[in-house]
């Protein structure tokens, strides 16, 4: 079981989270989406030979096609890609072309939390994605995700019970309310981005390592509830 922290913007975040104890560390390039916490390629190489194997490097990516998701994956050399756009999802062509670019990579497919239909896709994707993650929707953010609000805990349960591969909770999880998310949907991962970060008028934002610890502690903490 792990945790997962977004979106990371310098070497020192990145080195005070796995400090923390994250097990997952995202950040964003520009793939054509213009997020407000996306790096430059070169920073992202920075940050990743800094975390080295002490974490598990994530990609994310909003785009509207595979096309520019290749290039970076191929530079960068992630342990996961997360797709997290509406334009484009994966398909198990995506999957098997990206893991022959670069092998070992795991495919991390975002799923938007909606409604009860939301289980069929998100339990699709589960037949050839890695790992699924469940997260909130705003259509005014570029990407699903982001937006810090919980889904519905409920349907996330049923789609852990129906996936057919890990499943990540996202959306709106943060040190008050990680503890009851994961007694309540038995996820095998949990991430936040929004909760354990200062958000600024102008939609940037940085890590607030305090919130990053005692959001892991807290999420460590019930994952030993529920194998106890």
């Known amino acids: 079981m792990i945790t997962q922290i977004y979106s990371i913007q310098t070497t020192e975040e990145a080195l005070a989270c796995v400090e923390a104890g994250a097990d997952y560390i995202g950040l964003a390039v520009d793939t054509g989406a213009d997020l407000p916490s996306q790096v430059s390629l070169e920073k992202a190489k920075e940050i990743f030979q800094a975390i080295g194997n002490r974490a598990k490097k994530v990609l994310i990516c909003v785009t509207k096609s595979d096309a520019p998701l290749y290039e970076p994956v191929a530079y960068l050399k992630p342990d996961v890609i997360h797709i997290c756009g509406y334009d484009y999802e994966a398909d198990e062509g995506f999957v098997k072309r990206i893991k022959e670019i670069c092998p ?15 289980i069929e896709k998100a339990v699709y994707f589960s037949t050839f994605c890695d790992t699924i993650i469940l997260d909130s929707v705003d259509r005014r953010i570029n990407g699903i995700g982001a ?9 996330d349960a049923k789609i852990v019970k129906l996936a057919k591969c890990k499943v990540i909770l996202a959306g709106g999880l943060g040190p008050d309310n990680v503890r009851e998310a994961i007694l309540k949907v038995r996820p095998w991962g949990v991430d936040s981005f929004t909760k354990t970060s200062d958000i600024f008028p102008d939609g940037s934002s940085r890590k607030n390592i305090e919130k990053v610890k005692a959001f892991i502690e807290n999420a460590k903490k019930a994952f030993e509830e529920i194998e106890n």
């Open 104 to 118: 070992g990579i795991e495919v991390l497919q975002a799923v938007g939390i909606e409604d009860e239909s939301s």
């Open 147 to 155: 937006a810090g609000i919980t889904n519905d805990w409920d349907i």
